[in-house]
């Protein structure tokens, strides 16, 4: 199955760069998966995905329903608020919408059940850092392996 991960973020947003993070842990052990580092969404996002058939993406979420740092898995099906995180743009659709147009248009675009989503729980931040709060600096371990487990035995990375 052709795969690609993504982090989303803003790396010098504090934690709003938390994808940036954990793809940067993943790469040096899957060499032959394509991962990218990127601050889009909706239809930038949906343009980045096209030819390939699963991709998860990393991003910060703000629910306010978990502790700082909290990792949560789905998909982009199952998504509560599909306006949240980098899905979808100030000036933007969301990306299940961008999927729908995309699809219409004949792109070749993943199933929304086949966009696996990694969140980690974090704060509203406009300050500019590069650093991670502990909590969140502390997830990112974790969401790493959480992408493993998903990528585990049904994927040839190509």
Do not use: C
Request: no cysteine.
């Amino acid at each position: 199955m052709k795969t690609l991960l993504i982090g989303l973020g803003n790396p010098i947003l504090g934690d709003d760069g938390v994808g940036w993070r954990v793809a940067d842990a993943l790469a040096p052990h899957l060499p032959s998966l394509e991962i990218d580092r990127l601050s889009l969404g909706g239809l930038s996002l949906m343009e980045r995905i096209i030819g390939y058939e699963y991709v998860i993406l990393i991003d910060s979420l703000v629910t306010g329903r978990f502790p700082l740092g909290h990792v949560t898995s789905f998909t982009l099906d199952q998504l509560p608020d599909h306006t949240g995180g980098h899905t979808t743009a100030a000036h933007d659709t969301s990306l299940l919408t961008a999927l729908r147009v995309g699809k219409q248009m004949g792109a070749q675009l993943p199933n929304p059940q086949n966009i696996h989503i990694i969140g980690i729980e974090t704060l509203p931040n406009f300050d500019f850092s590069e650093q991670l709060s502990p909590p969140v600096a502390a997830a990112v371990p974790v969401a790493a392996q959480l992408v493993r487990n998903l990528l585990g035995g049904n994927h040839d990375f190509s």
